[in-house]
């Protein structure tokens, strides 16, 4: 029915938007309509409409925006279950708008009118990763600051911060020489983390007991080089995760063992049959 279509509804929300108020909606001819939004969430409802109605909506959400934290701007000072968030703003708008939360499911607004910027969050629970969002505008009256506000800063936080509950996952053992060996492992889950990951230690022992001197690697680091391996040897590796509250579990590869020679050597026997 496309050719009977008079044109179309769109309309953009805020999430989180504790005014309550309605959407703004767009009237369009076209198919397209370009949007100057801020970093907070947004969702946005399209319905073609023609002589009899409205059709049933589609509805999009804008995807996270992939710009990092905002360093040095924002700043999160624990208290307990409490966290306190200041800023010091390039320019004085009339208030700011703070979003917080652990996703776009859970967030919370409001808005913040002191000329100095600061804000406390109550109750935050423990090892649980927040992102806290901060928009100024020069709009501060209960509405949709759709078309009012500029996002100031991101960070993300954790009230308490734990040990990772889980080590890396898949832990595998590649390129095997008698003196080397790759090690490849898959990073520990958000949700495992329980607080900001620094980085991994990995350790190996060979048959006999003895341990090596764990390596610290970075938190970015998935792969690592064992080398100085000693020939015809069994060793196990095992690797974990660690925050500024510590070190998680450690995860154990499966025993390899390096060869007695650098290469496989393959003896091939050539035969000449005859028939008779």
């Excluded at 969702?43 to 009899?52: D, F």
């Excluded at 109605?53 to 959400?61: D, K, L, N, T, V």
């Excluded at 969050?121 to 709009?139: E, G, R, T, W």
Aim: aromatic fraction near 10%.
């Amino acid at each position: 029915q496309s050719e009977n279509i008079l044109g179309y509804y769109v309309n953009v929300e805020r999430i989180p938007n504790s005014c309550r108020n309605s959407p703004d909606r767009i009237f369009l001819k076209d198919r397209k309509v370009l949007l100057n939004v801020s970093m907070a969430y947004y969702r946005v409802n399209i319905s073609a409409y023609n002589k009899a109605g409205e059709s049933p909506q589609a509805i999009y959400i804008v995807p996270d925006f992939s710009a990092t934290d905002l360093p040095g701007q924002i700043h999160v000072k624990h208290q307990g279950t409490n966290a306190v968030v200041t800023w010091t703003p390039e320019y004085n708008p009339k208030c700011f708008v703070v979003d917080w939360g652990s996703g776009k499911e859970d967030m919370h607004m409001k808005i913040v009118t002191t000329a100095t910027g600061n804000f406390t969050l109550d109750n935050c629970q423990p090892y649980k990763l927040y992102k806290i969002m901060i928009h100024a505008s020069d709009v501060c009256q209960c509405e949709s600051f759709t078309r009012h506000e500029k996002t100031f800063g991101v960070t993300h936080f954790y009230s308490v911060e734990g040990v990772p509950r889980t080590g890396p996952a898949n832990v595998t053992i590649l390129n095997v020489t008698k003196h080397s060996a790759l090690v490849k492992w898959t990073e520990i889950a958000a949700e495992d983390r329980l607080g900001f990951l620094q980085g991994y230690r990995l350790s190996y022992t060979d048959s006999s007991g003895k341990k090596s001197l764990a390596v610290t690697l970075n938190s970015s680091t998935t792969s690592y080089l064992l080398t100085g391996l000693k020939e015809k040897t069994i060793y196990c590796v095992q690797i974990s995760g660690f925050t500024n509250a510590g070190e998680g579990p450690l995860t154990l590869s499966e025993p390899f063992s390096t060869p007695k020679y650098g290469t496989v050597e393959v003896l091939c026997i050539c035969v000449n049959q005859h028939q008779s």
